[in-house]
């Protein structure tokens, strides 16, 4: 009779914990995010956030989307399909400066990880032997540190536009190309040139070490959302902070989400971006804590964008911007 | 095992022979066969990557006329602009192998006011679809099917990619640039494509199979997998990427000498494959690279498989072989046991043991008639010595008694005279065979005179016996107080001399002694000098002539000498028994050393003084047989003295 009373208090209690768990799901805040890319170890903080329940625990309910290779994460926050995105630093202050009301509410990434790349080969070894050469740039855009580069350095090259793909710089259609150390750099050495085949000039070493990947949303989304906004960075860099030391676990997650996505996917590719991207977020030399902006990149990635902008909004401030 | 030594001897060097033999053949086959087997597995990889590149040839460069007609088409300006989409739908379903086709024209070529148009024929379920590829989210102008033959005037094969919602398959564009003519002048036009799958060609480098896990596999020009076993591989992987995740940095080189369209037969040793051949070729028209997997472990295995059936066969066959060599060899050798026991049984006496049955090996027959003749030779031996051994024993037997009779002439009580205080004397005969050709003698001829001969007759034995014999009855009879020595000697040669047919003779020392006055007279028939020892200090031999022995000339007259011995005095006689006494190396005892021996023993009475002399002797031959009867006399004259 007792044991029985007991049962039926545990049975009491485990319901009443049920429906408060089922209520809490049911107040979660529903967020849209969207990487700035496809599928890859780019993003590795998000997935492992996910999958570990980080953004749960803080009661948000995040729906993560990729971009299309054709339809940038910027495009759907405009379109209202995501709540939050990632981008780079330039392309967003690019965009402010234009008129899209965005805000960054954290910075993932603290360093550039751009940089040119050519063969040996080619006969090219300094910076001055870049003249009149062909380069490739993404046509998505992100090109004005090579722009800045290029007018700093005194250098004319071709420009020639490409995709994505590193096919052309391969085939020797183009000199040299702008490509992330995390990524094409890489795959450059994946298709069998050896890293010493290649000549490398980061642009962070020439003084264009700004940032790139963090997190933004629109004005209107900000004031509405700020303490979701708030727990959905910082369960992010816990996701980050998690895949640093579980990077086997990562990589499996990785290599899931790009399989799903029908993209080519290996683990020795993304074991390096997974590297590079965990030095990016690291803020080393710079005098700034874990997901913050420090004003001087801002100022300085605001300065590039001017350089070229015509019109737009001219005063942009950094708490304007960056939402600390 | 003692008695299997033989054989075992026999099959231990007949099985280290063919193991050897064996072995030397085994390693030749063995060397030549991997060599051969090498050499076939070369030209067989070779042979298989080029079938298979013809394979896929045959269908890709149909494929590729494709484009290549069309273009001329466009050139030629023979395809209305309005016909265009109606003729790629036509194109596409008219050709299998297509999954669809595009004609992408450069700004103001299809019309001088489009600035960009790219009709699209695809394949959708059974029928086709016709779209403009362009849209503002799709520039096809930074595509690489279009941008890369654009820019390097050149077709090209794209890097292999999976079509999502679409053919759901691996596809690679064809593309290749047309031109068309322009106010009179030809200018690039766009480019033409074909989109085929890679479906048939995976199946084609799939069927290639090579011992049990050999495989072929198929890497586009930036080293991505397009066939390989492990689906997984395939459009994830560059052969570099796998290169890094297996840690094989030799794999990044070969991925790099394929890449460059090396054509080369390489080893590597992988750890997930083991040792690896892998020849690799590239397909002229995508500039793809196949690549022909050789496991070595399996290129060998049936020759291991064969290695171990041989060696499983030899141990069989050497197992059998020494079996049989055991039974045969003891089989063979058996009657050998046998006849050794018949030796022994024939050794201990029994000449009726059968001889055991020997087969009709030529060998043994000969052993059974070299047995058989010597157990009857034997036999007759034994019996001829049976009869010989009694007879021997007979002779011996009278041998015996002749020697007691022999020893019986001559007087041995010593001291022969107690009764003569002036004289001690000693004499001992050994004979070298039973019965001796030496003789002595001493008898008292009156009161005072003591007559005494020494004798060594030529030749031993019964003849020699009977000689002395003879001569000492001589001695006895002739001898009397009234005749000289010389006379006696005179008389004794007479008679010995006459009818002496076997012309034996007798070296023959004679002496009467007087005991009053110490005076000795004496005659030598040519017998060796006796030794006189004077004062117990002074050895010497007799001053003497060495006249003929006795028995030789019957005519012949012996002379008497004399000489004076003083008391203490001692004249030691012998035989050359004594002097030419040998040891081993012929070394005779010598009449020096005699002298030295006696001199060591100056002061010993005559029997201790013999006694010395026989001890020298034996030391000196050292235990050689004696070859001649040793015969020693001693005579001490003391004088006369006051009794």
């Given at each position: 009779?007792?044991?029985?009373?007991?049962?039926?208090?545990?049975?009491?209690?485990?319901?009443?914990?049920?429906?408060?768990?089922?209520?809490?799901?049911?107040?979660r805040?529903k967020?849209?995010?969207?990487?700035?890319?496809?599928?890859?170890?780019?993003?590795?903080?998000?997935?492992?956030?996910l999958?570990?329940?980080?953004?749960?625990?803080?009661?948000?309910?995040?729906?993560?989307?990729?971009p299309?290779?054709?339809i940038s994460?910027?495009?759907?926050?405009?379109?209202?399909?995501a709540?939050?995105?990632?981008?780079?630093?330039?392309?967003?202050?690019?965009?402010?400066?234009n008129?899209?009301?965005?805000?960054?509410?954290?910075?993932?990434?603290?360093?550039?990880?751009?940089?040119?790349?050519?063969?040996?080969?080619?006969?090219i070894?300094?910076?001055?032997d870049?003249?009149?050469?062909k380069?490739g740039i993404?046509?998505?855009?992100f090109?004005?540190?090579?722009?800045?580069?290029?007018?700093?350095?005194h250098?004319?090259?071709?420009?020639?536009?490409i995709?994505?793909s590193?096919?052309?710089?391969?085939?020797?259609?183009?000199?040299?190309?702008?490509?992330?150390?995390?990524?094409?750099y890489n795959?450059?050495?994946?298709s069998?040139i050896n890293?010493?085949e290649?000549?490398?000039?980061?642009?962070?070493?020439?003084?264009?070490?700004?940032?790139?990947?963090?997190l933004?949303?629109?004005?209107?989304?900000?004031a509405?959302?700020?303490?979701?906004?708030?727990?959905f960075?910082?369960?992010?860099l816990?996701?980050?902070?998690?895949?640093?030391e579980n990077?086997?676990?990562?990589?499996?997650?990785?290599?899931?989400?790009?399989?799903?996505?029908?993209?080519?996917?290996?683990k020795?590719?993304?074991?390096?971006?997974?590297?590079?991207?965990?030095?990016?977020?690291t803020?080393?030399?710079?005098?700034v804590?874990?997901?913050?902006?420090?004003?001087?990149?801002f100022?300085?990635?605001?300065e590039l964008?001017?350089?070229?902008?015509?019109?737009?909004?001219?005063?942009?401030?950094?708490d304007?911007?960056?939402?600390? | 095992?003692?008695?299997?030594?033989?054989?075992?001897?026999?099959?231990?060097?007949?099985?280290?022979?063919?193991?050897?033999?064996?072995?030397?053949?085994?390693?030749?086959y063995?060397?030549?066969?991997?060599?051969?087997?090498?050499?076939?597995?070369?030209?067989?990889?070779v042979?298989?990557?080029?079938?298979t590149?013809?394979?896929i040839?045959?269908v890709?460069?149909?494929?590729?006329?494709?484009?290549?007609?069309?273009?001329?088409?466009?050139?030629?300006?023979?395809?209305?602009?309005?016909?265009?989409?109606?003729?790629?739908?036509?194109?596409v379903?008219?050709?299998?192998?297509?999954?669809?086709?595009?004609?992408?024209?450069e700004?103001g070529?299809?019309?001088?006011d489009?600035?960009?148009?790219?009709?699209?024929?695809?394949?959708?379920?059974?029928?086709?679809?016709?779209?403009?590829?362009?849209?503002?989210?799709?520039?096809?102008?930074?595509?690489?099917?279009?941008?890369?033959?654009?820019?390097?005037?050149?077709?090209?094969?794209?890097?292999?990619?999976?079509?999502?919602?679409?053919?759901?398959a691996?596809l690679s564009?064809?593309?290749?640039p047309f031109?068309?003519?322009?106010?009179?002048?030809?200018?690039?036009?766009?480019?033409?494509t074909?989109?085929i799958?890679?479906?048939?060609?995976t199946?084609?480098?799939?069927?290639?199979?090579?011992?049990?896990?050999?495989?072929?596999?198929?890497?586009?020009?930036?080293?991505?997998?397009?066939?390989?076993?492990?689906?997984?591989?395939?459009?994830?992987?560059?052969?570099?990427?796998?290169?890094?995740?297996?840690?094989?940095?030799?794999?990044?080189?070969i991925?790099?000498?394929?890449?460059?369209g090396?054509?080369?037969l390489?080893?590597?040793?992988?750890?997930?494959?083991?040792?690896?051949?892998?020849?690799?070729?590239?397909?002229?028209?995508?500039?793809w690279?196949?690549?022909?997997?050789?496991?070595?472990?399996?290129?060998?295995?049936?020759?291991?498989?064969?290695?171990?059936?041989?060696?499983?066969?030899?141990?069989?066959?050497?197992a059998?072989?020494?079996?049989?060599?055991?039974?045969?060899?003891?089989h063979?050798?058996?009657?050998?046991?046998?006849f050794?026991?018949?030796?022994?049984s024939?050794?201990s006496?029994?000449?009726?043991?059968?001889?055991?049955?020997?087969?009709?090996?030529?060998?043994?027959?000969?052993?059974?008639?070299?047995?058989?003749?010597?157990?009857?030779?034997?036999?007759?031996y034994?019996?001829h010595?049976?009869?010989t051994?009694?007879?021997?024993?007979?002779?011996?037997?009278?041998?015996?008694?002749?020697?007691?009779?022999?020893?019986?002439?001559i007087?041995?009580?010593?001291?022969?005279f107690?009764?003569?205080?002036?004289?001690?004397?000693?004499?001992?005969?050994?004979?070298?065979k039973?019965?001796?050709g030496?003789?002595?003698?001493f008898?008292?001829?009156?009161?005072?005179?003591?007559c005494?001969?020494?004798?060594?007759?030529s030749?031993?034995?019964?003849?020699?016996s009977?000689?002395?014999?003879?001569?000492?009855?001589?001695?006895?009879?002739?001898a009397?107080?009234?005749?000289?020595?010389?006379e006696?000697?005179?008389?004794?040669?007479?008679?010995?001399s006459?009818?002496?047919?076997?012309n034996?003779?007798?070296?023959?020392?004679?002496?009467?002694?007087?005991?009053?006055?110490?005076?000795?007279?004496?005659?030598n028939?040519?017998?060796?000098?006796?030794i006189?020892?004077?004062?117990k200090?002074?050895?010497?031999?007799?001053?003497?002539?060495?006249?003929?022995?006795?028995?030789?000339?019957?005519?012949?007259?012996?002379t008497?000498?004399s000489?004076?011995i003083?008391?203490?005095?001692?004249?030691?006689l012998?035989?050359?028994?004594?002097?030419?006494?040998?040891?081993?190396?012929?070394?005779?005892?010598?009449?020096?050393?005699?002298?030295e021996?006696?001199?060591?023993?100056?002061?010993?009475?005559?029997?201790?003084?013999?006694?010395?002399a026989?001890?020298?002797v034996?030391?000196?031959?050292?235990?050689?047989?004696?070859?001649?009867?040793?015969?020693?006399?001693?005579?001490n004259?003391?004088?006369?003295?006051n009794?």
């Amino acid at each position: 009779m007792h044991k029985n009373t007991i049962h039926s208090l545990c049975l009491v209690f485990f319901l009443c914990l049920f429906a408060g768990i089922h209520s809490v799901h049911a107040q979660r805040e529903k967020l849209v995010f969207s990487p700035h890319w496809l599928p890859q170890a780019q993003f590795a903080g998000f997935y492992v956030a996910l999958d570990q329940g980080f953004y749960e625990e803080v009661g948000l309910d995040v729906e993560l989307i990729h971009p299309s290779a054709n339809i940038s994460s910027i495009n759907l926050l405009k379109e209202g399909k995501a709540d939050v995105v990632s981008t780079f630093l330039m392309d967003a202050v690019k965009r402010r400066v234009n008129g899209l009301p965005l805000v960054s509410f954290a910075q993932l990434s603290q360093h550039s990880a751009l940089m040119l790349v050519v063969k040996k080969s080619s006969g090219i070894s300094s910076v001055a032997d870049l003249n009149g050469k062909k380069l490739g740039i993404w046509s998505s855009g992100f090109d004005d540190i090579p722009f800045a580069f290029l007018h700093d350095q005194h250098i004319e090259m071709e420009i020639v536009r490409i995709h994505s793909s590193i096919n052309l710089f391969l085939m020797e259609g183009i000199d040299a190309m702008t490509v992330m150390n995390y990524n094409e750099y890489n795959q450059i050495i994946n298709s069998g040139i050896n890293q010493e085949e290649l000549v490398t000039f980061y642009l962070a070493d020439y003084g264009y070490d700004i940032p790139e990947d963090g997190l933004y949303c629109l004005e209107s989304t900000y004031a509405s959302k700020k303490e979701s906004l708030k727990k959905f960075a910082e369960a992010t860099l816990k996701g980050w902070a998690y895949a640093g030391e579980n990077k086997e676990y990562t990589l499996h997650l990785v290599v899931n989400e790009m399989e799903k996505a029908h993209l080519p996917n290996n683990k020795s590719h993304q074991r390096w971006m997974l590297d590079r991207m965990l030095e990016l977020i690291t803020p080393t030399n710079k005098n700034v804590s874990f997901g913050q902006l420090l004003p001087s990149d801002f100022l300085y990635a605001l300065e590039l964008v001017q350089r070229n902008a015509n019109g737009g909004e001219k005063k942009l401030k950094m708490d304007a911007f960056f939402m600390k | 095992m003692r008695t299997n030594r033989l054989s075992f001897k026999i099959i231990i060097r007949i099985l280290t022979f063919t193991i050897l033999l064996g072995a030397s053949i085994f390693s030749i086959y063995y060397y030549y066969s991997r060599t051969e087997i090498e050499k076939s597995a070369r030209e067989n990889a070779v042979f298989l990557a080029e079938n298979t590149i013809k394979k896929i040839e045959e269908v890709i460069r149909p494929a590729e006329m494709i484009p290549n007609n069309l273009s001329w088409m466009l050139e030629s300006g023979s395809i209305p602009k309005d016909s265009i989409l109606p003729f790629l739908a036509k194109l596409v379903r008219n050709n299998p192998i297509i999954y669809a086709s595009a004609i992408a024209f450069e700004p103001g070529v299809f019309d001088s006011d489009v600035d960009a148009y790219a009709p699209y024929a695809y394949r959708k379920g059974d029928g086709i679809e016709t779209i403009d590829l362009w849209s503002p989210d799709y520039n096809y102008f930074i595509m690489d099917w279009y941008q890369i033959p654009a820019m390097l005037k050149t077709s090209y094969w794209s890097e292999p990619y999976y079509d999502e919602g679409g053919a759901d398959a691996l596809l690679s564009t064809y593309s290749m640039p047309f031109y068309v003519d322009k106010q009179g002048e030809r200018v690039f036009g766009g480019i033409i494509t074909i989109d085929i799958s890679l479906e048939w060609l995976t199946e084609i480098v799939r069927s290639v199979r090579i011992f049990e896990t050999g495989y072929a596999f198929l890497i586009s020009r930036a080293g991505v997998y397009v066939t390989h076993p492990e689906v997984n591989l395939i459009k994830n992987h560059t052969i570099f990427t796998r290169a890094d995740e297996l840690n094989e940095p030799e794999l990044r080189t070969i991925g790099r000498d394929m890449i460059r369209g090396e054509q080369a037969l390489t080893s590597i040793d992988l750890e997930h494959l083991g040792y690896v051949w892998i020849y690799h070729t590239q397909l002229p028209s995508t500039r793809w690279s196949l690549g022909v997997v050789y496991p070595h472990k399996e290129m060998f295995a049936g020759l291991h498989k064969l290695t171990l059936t041989i060696i499983l066969l030899t141990i069989f066959g050497l197992a059998l072989l020494l079996f049989l060599t055991i039974r045969i060899i003891n089989h063979q050798i058996s009657p050998l046991a046998k006849f050794a026991s018949s030796a022994r049984s024939i050794a201990s006496g029994d000449f009726k043991t059968e001889l055991p049955h020997v087969g009709n090996s030529l060998e043994m027959q000969d052993l059974y008639n070299s047995f058989d003749y010597m157990k009857k030779e034997l036999a007759q031996y034994i019996a001829h010595l049976q009869e010989t051994t009694s007879a021997k024993e007979k002779i011996e037997s009278e041998l015996r008694i002749a020697k007691e009779i022999q020893m019986g002439m001559i007087p041995h009580i010593f001291p022969p005279f107690p009764d003569l205080p002036e004289i001690d004397l000693y004499a001992t005969l050994l004979s070298a065979k039973e019965v001796g050709g030496d003789l002595y003698d001493f008898f008292l001829l009156d009161d005072s005179r003591i007559c005494f001969a020494i004798g060594d007759v030529s030749g031993k034995g019964i003849p020699a016996s009977l000689f002395m014999a003879v001569t000492r009855t001589l001695l006895r009879s002739t001898a009397d107080k009234d005749k000289s020595t010389a006379e006696i000697v005179t008389s004794i040669n007479k008679t010995l001399s006459l009818n002496n047919e076997s012309n034996m003779f007798v070296t023959f020392f004679l002496g009467i002694l007087d005991i009053q006055n110490g005076v000795l007279k004496y005659c030598n028939a040519g017998h060796n000098p006796p030794i006189l020892i004077r004062n117990k200090t002074d050895v010497r031999f007799f001053n003497i002539t060495k006249a003929i022995p006795v028995g030789l000339f019957e005519m012949y007259e012996y002379t008497e000498e004399s000489i004076l011995i003083d008391p203490t005095d001692q004249i030691f006689l012998y035989t050359d028994g004594l002097s030419e006494a040998e040891d081993v190396d012929h070394n005779l005892f010598g009449d020096e050393y005699l002298l030295e021996v006696i001199r060591q023993n100056a002061s010993a009475s005559p029997r201790s003084m013999i006694e010395a002399a026989t001890k020298a002797v034996a030391d000196h031959v050292k235990g050689h047989t004696q070859s001649d009867d040793l015969t020693m006399m001693s005579i001490n004259y003391y004088g006369k003295r006051n009794l």
